[in-house]
């Protein structure tokens, strides 16, 4: 157990400003502070988008919050920048380690390089990353998941919920990440469905375009799936998934959230009975986990992998309509447990 740290305001304020040097791009010098194991607890840098994209990100601050309130340590989240470099990752890392925090987890795949180069300076820290399965080392977990098997249920929702055989994906980056929910999501509907049709659709090839933080970018997408008659849309776009969701709501068609449950979001609570359902992923657990087996003096370390068997996947049913419908709740379950019998095995590309 982590002895818990009990900092003057003082000492809270120049940490903080410390942080925020770090942050922004600022150094400070090796012997401002020393890595002092033990003191403070769980750190999450953000990926693109930041806190408050009612997804990914936000997924990883409930794991945070929850870890707060169950060790009652100090935890530290940090924003990206704009047009930032994988040495600014690097250093906002360090500078979290440094500090005394444990774990430290950057969240996304963007963090791969930074990850790696923060846990070789820092051996006696844990790191983690989510959604990134390269990084071997002692101190390093890969937060990973199966997002093709909750994607394929999502499909199934879709195919069954479509009243003009049309249904719509839209995801954020072109990247082999987002191909998994694509890929999981058409067999989905095809294997309910072989006469509904996918439209599917990217909004940038990488993530310094926008295609993750963009809701403009991602509301244009969906409504030009829905005037080409797709009456159900998917979206795996992080913040840009608002503006799918949004022109679902104002076309009267269904929307399919994703990561987190999109039903529940304060800020989507004007669209939510367009959001059929949403094809999670429990970043919050695997976040907590992490950092309670710090707590617990075990870290764990390599790929951590969640899925439809542990969990840690699978489809909301916040939404009355979507909770009570008997025959899609029968097809998705009948699908899941093939799923995890092996009987179905999803694509992932």
Not at 65 to 78: H, N
Not at 96 to 102: E, I, M
Request: hydrophobic share 35%; aromatic share 6%; glycine share 10%.
């Amino acid at each position: 157990m982590r002895r818990i740290s009990r900092i003057t305001v003082a000492g809270a304020a120049t940490a903080s400003l410390a942080l925020a040097l770090s942050a922004c791009g600022g150094t400070s010098s090796e012997s401002a502070s020393s890595e002092s194991k033990g003191d403070k607890g769980l750190a999450i840098a953000y990926d693109v988008g930041g806190k408050g994209d009612q997804s990914f990100n936000d997924a990883a601050y409930a794991g945070l919050e929850q870890a707060k309130k169950e060790f009652g340590y100090e935890t530290a989240d940090i924003e990206p920048t704009e047009g930032e470099t994988d040495a600014d990752k690097t250093q906002r890392l360090t500078s979290l380690a440094k500090q005394g925090y444990n774990p430290v987890v950057g969240v996304g795949y963007a963090y791969a390089t930074a990850v790696k180069e923060a846990a070789a300076k820092y051996p006696n820290t844990t790191f983690g990353i989510v959604d990134d399965s390269t990084i071997e080392a002692d101190n390093v977990a890969d937060l990973v998941f199966s997002e093709e098997e909750a994607s394929y249920l999502a499909g199934v929702a879709a195919a069954k919920s479509t009243k003009t055989n049309t249904v719509g994906f839209v995801g954020g980056v072109d990247i082999p990440l987002i191909h998994k929910f694509q890929a999981g999501f058409e067999q989905g509907v095809k294997d309910t469905n072989p006469k509904a049709k996918v439209l599917s659709q990217y909004l940038t090839q990488t993530a310094e375009e926008g295609g993750f933080s963009s809701p403009d970018k991602g509301k244009t997408a969906a409504e030009g799936q829905i005037e080409k008659k797709a009456d159900v849309v998917y979206a795996a776009a992080g913040l840009s998934g608002q503006g799918v969701i949004e022109a679902a709501a104002a076309n009267k068609v269904w929307a399919i959230g994703v990561d987190s449950d999109q039903y529940k979001q304060e800020a989507l609570a004007a669209y939510k009975d367009s959001i059929l359902t949403s094809a999670m992923k429990d970043v919050a657990k695997a976040v907590y986990n992490l950092a309670k087996s710090v707590e617990d003096g075990s870290p764990a370390t390599g790929i951590v992998k969640g899925d439809l068997k542990t969990g840690e996947v699978g489809l909301s049913d916040s939404n009355p309509v979507f909770k009570d419908d008997a025959d899609l709740q029968k097809a998705i379950e009948t699908a899941k447990e093939k799923i995890i019998s092996g009987e179905i095995k999803v694509k992932s590309s």
